[in-house]
């Protein structure tokens, strides 16, 4: 299983979403202001290989990936359940869900929420990611 669950009750910097896919985990986030296809835009290794993204090059791995929408292919559902299998990826934030990334975070069991203000998170910020209430909580910027 790709999350853990964290214990904290801490309040402030709160960003309240939607449930897509249970779990908590901790950690540092990654930013993606475009839409994104896992198919051919993220490497089995978890690299940005899009040579259109702002991102190219860097690396998803232990992070919670923020990006708007998702885009592309229905194998990018596989692609998204291989990078949990091989603990690359730790969560998922997106401003709105689509079908391909949400199957692949459910089936990864990747905790995921959406409705999200994402201008609100910044590169590097230590969130909680908790898919079971649909909640995001800012720690550190």
């Given at each position: ?17 939607r449930t897509i896919s ?41 992070k919670i990936f923020v ?75």
């Amino acid at each position: 299983m790709c999350n853990s669950n964290i214990d904290n009750t801490n309040t402030n910097n709160i960003l309240k979403g939607r449930t897509i896919s249970k779990g908590e985990v901790i950690g540092e986030v990654i930013i993606s202001t475009e839409p994104i296809s896992f198919l051919g835009g993220v490497s089995e290794e978890g690299i940005i290989i899009d040579k259109d993204n702002k991102l190219y090059g860097k690396s998803i791995k232990d992070k919670i990936f923020v990006f708007p929408t998702g885009k592309g292919s229905t194998v990018g559902s596989y692609v998204i359940y291989g990078l949990c299998k091989n603990n690359l990826l730790k969560g998922i934030i997106n401003k709105e869900s689509e079908t391909i990334v949400a199957t692949g975070a459910i089936l990864g069991k990747i905790p995921m929420v959406d409705k999200i203000d994402i201008s609100k998170l910044k590169n590097g910020d230590k969130i909680i990611l908790n898919g079971n209430k649909g909640i995001v909580e800012i720690l550190e910027k």
